[in-house]
C-alpha cells in the first residue's frame, strides 16, 4: 500500500499549499527586511546604530537558539502542524500590531515605537527559530523525497520574483513623489508584511501532515546536548565547517548597516532602499543558479568558497562607495549572493556530511554552536560609533579573506570521505581525524 506521504491527491494538494506558503512567506520576508527595510526604520526613529544592532543581534540569536530546545520537545510528536500554525500566526500578527502603532504613534512617539518594535521582532525571531525545525520536519514527511528538487526549484523561483516586486512595491511606498509619507509609508510597507504572512499561514493549513512516529531517542535535554558535544570532539571537519561558516556569518553582521551608511553619511533618497532590496533579491536569485551548477558540478566546498568570495567582495564594494554612489548596487547584489550562498552551500553540505541518524543532531548544533556570532552586529554598532565606515567596511574584508581560507580547508565528503561525521560508541573515547 502506498504511503500517505506519497498518495498523488496528498502530494499535489501539499504541493501547490507549500509553494503558497513558500512564495509568500518569502514575499514578507523582503517586505521586513533587516537588512534594507528594517534598519531604514530604525534609522528614521534614532540616529543610534546600537538599534540597527540591537535588531540584528536579536534576529540572529532567536532564530539559532531555540533550534536545539525545539527540537527536544517535538522529537515524539506525531503531528508538529498546529505548532507551526501557531508560530505564523504570531509572526503575522507582530507585524499588524506594528503596522498600527507605527501608523498612530511613529511621528509623534518614535521611542514608544521602537520599544515595541524591538520586543515584537524580538517574539518574531524567537518563533521563527523554533518554526524552522518544525518546518524542516513536516516538510519531508509532506513532500516525497523524489519531488523535493522540483518544489524547492518553483519555490526559490516564484519567491524571489515575488521579492523582487516587493522591492519595488517599497521604492513606491517610500518615495516622495508616489508614497503616502512618514510614518504612513512605513506602516502600509509592515500591514503588507502582515498579510503576506497571513496567506502564508493559509497555504500552510491546506497542507495534509503525514503522521510521524511518536518515538523519543534523546533520554532529556541533558543526554542531547552531551551527545551535541561528543559529536563536536569526535569530527574535526565540523569544526573547521563551523569555523569558516562562523566567519561569513560574522561579515554579513555588516549587512544592515550599508542601508544606514548610504542614508545617513552618503545622503541616499529613502526611495531607493526599495532598489536596493530588489537588487538583493536579484542577486540572491542569479546567484543561486550559479550555486546549485557548482554544488552538482563540483561539490558543495566550492559553493561555500564562492560564496566567501561574494562575502569579500561585498564590503570591499562598500568602502568604494565613499567616492561613487553606483558600487551600493553590487554591494546589495553582493549581500544577496552571500546569503544564498551560505545557505544552500553549508545547507546541503552538512546533508552530505551528516548520516540519516545524525542529521537532525548535527543541523541543530551546527545553528546553536554559531549562536555567539550572532552578537556581532552589535559589535559593528559600537565599531560604528567610533570609526569611520570605509575602515569598519575593509576590516570586514580582512575578516571575510580568513573566512576564505577556512572555506577552502573544509573537506567535501562527495570527494574524500575522511570529511564525514562519525558517532562515537557509547564509552568510548572520541575517535578523532
Not at 27 to 38: E, Y
Amino acid at each position: 500500500m502506498t504511503a500517505p506521504e506519497h498518495r498523488p491527491a496528498d502530494y499535489r494538494r501539499n504541493f501547490g499549499a507549500g509553494l503558497v506558503h513558500g512564495v509568500f512567506f518569502q514575499m514578507a520576508a523582503a517586505l521586513g527586511s533587516i537588512h534594507t527595510v528594517l534598519p531604514s526604520f530604525v534609522a528614521t526613529l534614532t540616529p543610534s546604530t546600537y538599534a540597527v544592532g540591537l535588531m540584528a543581534t536579536v534576529q540572529g540569536a532567536g532564530e539559532v537558539v531555540p533550534q536545539l530546545l525545539t527540537a527536544y520537545l517535538i522529537e515524539d510528536r506525531p503531528r508538529k502542524k498546529p505548532l507551526l500554525l501557531a508560530v505564523i500566526s504570531l509572526r503575522w500578527a507582530s507585524w499588524a500590531v506594528l503596522a498600527a502603532l507605527t501608523w498612530w504613534l511613529a511621528d509623534g512617539h518614535p521611542t514608544v515605537v521602537l520599544v515595541v518594535l524591538l520586543v515584537l521582532f524580538t517574539a518574531f525571531s524567537i518563533a521563527g527559530g523554533a518554526g524552522t525545525v518544525l518546518y524542516a520536519d513536516i516538510f519531508s514527511r509532506a513532500i516525497p523525497v523524489r519531488r523535493r528538487g522540483l518544489f524547492t526549484g518553483w519555490r526559490q523561483l516564484l519567491g524571489y520574483a515575488a521579492a523582487i516586486g516587493a522591492g519595488w512595491v517599497v521604492t513606491a511606498l517610500l518615495s516622495e513623489g508616489t508614497g503616502p509619507g512618514f510614518p504612513g509609508d512605513y506602516a502600509l510597507v509592515f500591514l503588507l508584511t502582515a498579510a503576506a504572512l497571513l496567506i502564508a499561514f493559509g497555504g500552510f493549513a491546506m497542507i495534509r501532515e503525514p503522521e510521524a512516529p511518536a518515538v523519543r531517542t534523546s533520554g532529556s535535554m541533558g543526554h542531547l546536548l552531551r551527545k551535541a558535544a561528543a559529536l563536536a570532539r569526535a569530527n574535526p571537519n565540523f569544526r573547521r565547517m563551523l569555523a569558516a561558516r562562523g566567519l561569513a556569518e560574522a561579515v554579513l553582521a555588516l549587512a544592515p548597516f550599508y542601508v544606514v551608511y548610504a542614508l545617513t553619511e552618503r545622503g541616499i533618497a529613502r526611495e531607493m532602499v526599495g532598489v536596493y532590496l530588489a537588487v538583493q533579491m536579484a542577486g540572491g536569485a542569479l546567484s543561486n543558479l550559479l550555486w546549485g551548477w557548482l554544488g552538482d558540478r563540483f561539490g558543495n566546498r566550492a559553493v561555500v568558497v564562492g560564496a566567501a568570495l561574494a562575502g569579500l567582495a561585498t564590503p570591499a564594494a562598500a568602502a568604494a562607495a565613499a567616492s561613487w554612489d553606483g558600487w551600493f548596487l553590487m554591494v546589495f547584489a553582493g549581500i544577496g549572493a552571500t546569503m544564498s550562498g551560505v545557505r544552500l552551500g553549508y545547507g546541503n553540505l552538512i546533508l552530505e556530511v551528516s548520516s540519516p541518524a545524525l542529521r537532525p543532531t548535527c543541523v541543530a548544533l551546527q545553528n546553536t554552536l554559531l549562536a555567539p556570532v550572532t552578537v556581532m552586529p552589535m559589535v559593528v554598532a559600537a565599531l560604528a560609533s567610533a570609526v569611520a565606515y570605509p575602515v569598519l567596511f575593509w576590516s570586514g574584508v580582512a575578516l571575510m579573506a580568513a573566512g576564505t581560507a577556512a572555506a577552502v580547508r573544509v573537506i567535501d565528503p562527495r570527494h574524500d570521505p575522511a570529511g564525514a561525521c562519525i558517532e562515537d560508541a557509547p564509552g568510548t573515547p572520541p575517535t578523532r581525524r
